[in-house]
């Protein structure tokens, strides 16, 4: 079935970096697109970043682009978000998802928090 | 940015009671809008692709319809597993978006 485990939130002072990574098993990571999502406190879910399997393709939501930036090290089984010049609306569980496009994220992660306060 | 609205915001009902859960699209998505489950503390669960098929192991109780902008999520008889938050989303064009959710309480 798969599974996914993220890694790396935690609490940051606002403007610094962070970086999170999101762990595969059980499933040929390098033949799969990915996806990041978060859900800040009291909010819905949106959607973050894509990217295809190979990296051929990378795509952003407005409100991250040019900040974070979306990796994937096949060799490792592990997806990757660098966040930088982090911001309190940032603050969020952010989860990483297996994304079979027109069939939809089938396999997510159980999140990583990411406080960003001075 | 494709703007998805759900209706209505919370959902107040008792075990057995069907539920109908709305999703309006800003603009036509064809049928490329998804349905996910989402339990506090827990992952979100895919339900529901290309607005009518049933993802692997998901109940037959659950049903999706609709197609351009207008799109329904039918639970036909509430289990107790089922009071969640469910969230729409869309494939259309990028961005992806989500929408705003409808809560499904016990009443």
């Known amino acids: 079935q798969g599974q996914l485990v993220e890694s790396g939130g935690g609490l940051v002072e606002p403007g610094v970096s962070l970086r999170l990574s999101c762990a595969a098993s059980g499933f040929t990571f390098s033949d799969y697109h990915m996806t990041w999502m978060r859900q800040a406190p009291g909010k819905g879910l949106e959607w973050l970043s894509y990217i295809t399997a190979r990296s051929s393709q990378r795509e952003y939501a407005d409100s991250v682009k040019g900040r974070f930036t979306i990796s994937r090290d096949d060799a490792k089984k592990s997806l990757y978000l660098q966040m930088n010049s982090l911001r309190a609306e940032d603050t969020a569980v952010y989860y990483c998802?297996?994304?079979?496009?027109?069939?939809?994220?089938?396999?997510w992660g159980q999140g990583t928090v990411v406080t960003v306060s001075s | 940015e494709i703007v998805l609205s759900q209706s209505p915001a919370t959902l107040s009902l008792s075990p057995g009671d069907r539920a109908t859960l709305s999703c309006w699209a800003s603009q036509s998505v064809g049928t490329y809008l998804t349905w996910y489950q989402h339990k506090p503390g827990q992952a979100p669960r895919l339900l529901i692709y290309g607005a009518s098929n049933r993802a692997t192991g998901i109940p037959a109780r659950f049903s999706g319809s609709g197609s351009g902008t207008d799109f329904t999520l039918t639970i036909s008889s509430l289990e107790s597993e089922d009071f969640a938050i469910y969230y729409c989303q869309q494939r259309s064009r990028w961005p992806l978006t989500f929408g705003g959710g409808t809560n499904v309480e016990i009443k």
């Open positions: 998802a297996r994304d079979l496009m027109l069939r939809g994220f089938d396999i």
